[in-house]
């Protein structure tokens, strides 16, 4: 059964939603992210990714405290990304009550740290953030391109313990068109043991259902949910 994840993502402490990335294209759906995530735990969802755009931007965690509030007060399972980039900030963010993060720009820019990570950790708590445009490596919140294939970059770090990932096809992401199904089925063929979660361009049930039948591990579901494409009672048969 497919993992379905809602996201949270945050600026100035508020539940938004960008497109495509650019902080120029924001909406914000609800002041108080916890009243989310309450509704969320409500509709028998177990988890929850929760990003700190503040913190892409910033290279360093900022909203930490709100995650510290949805753990708290929540039973969800919260990965939490954006950000994160130093030592500190990982003891900040699993202090704060995370039970996973994510690393992307760290796992490009610096790769021995998102090891040295993976193995103080373990590759049950580190998820690695493969973003990709035109199936090349995307970092610091989209801001940059780079020229690595998405799936060489993959597969180098499941042979170093990664065992989750996420992946998000940034020209996807926000428009409600359609997730980037070839890209996962060929992250699927190159990485047969990797748990795969797809993030961005979900539209409606049915995106869902078909990733769902191609065995893929996860889905995160951000603006279909807050813009009424998809109920939370919906979501709630895959959730058994």
């Not at 290279?59 to 994160?84: P, R, Y």
């Not at 409600?176 to 699927?188: E, I, R, T």
Request: glycine fraction near 10%; charged fraction near 25%; aromatic fraction near 8%.
């Amino acid at each position: 059964m497919i993992q379905i994840i809602p996201a949270i993502d945050l600026i100035e402490g508020k539940c938004v939603r960008l497109t495509q990335g650019d902080y120029g294209q924001k909406k914000i759906y609800n002041e108080n992210p916890l009243e989310v995530a309450l509704q969320f735990e409500d509709a028998g969802l177990k988890r929850l990714h929760l990003v700190d755009l503040d913190g892409a931007k910033a290279k360093k965690v900022v909203n930490w405290k709100v995650l510290e509030k949805i753990a708290s007060k929540t039973s969800l399972h919260v990965d939490f990304g954006g950000g994160v980039q130093s030592d500190d900030d990982l003891k900040i963010t699993f202090g704060s009550g995370a039970k996973q993060v994510t690393g992307g720009s760290i796992a490009v820019k610096q790769p021995d740290l998102f090891e040295h990570w993976l193995k103080t950790y373990g590759g049950d708590k580190i998820i690695l953030g493969a973003d990709a445009k035109n199936e090349k490596i995307a970092v610091s919140g989209w801001e940059e391109g780079t020229s690595i294939w998405v799936y060489d970059f993959v597969e180098e770090y499941v042979e170093k313990g990664v065992k989750y990932t996420i992946s998000t096809d940034v020209a996807k992401d926000g428009l409600l068109q359609g997730p980037s199904f070839d890209l996962y089925k060929n992250l699927q063929d190159k990485c047969p043991d990797l748990n795969i979660i797809a993030s961005g361009g979900i539209a409606g049930i049915e995106d869902v259902e078909k990733l769902a039948e191609m065995n893929i591990y996860g889905v995160i579901i951000g603006k279909a949910i807050y813009e009424n494409r998809i109920s939370l009672a919906d979501l709630q048969r895959f959730s058994v």
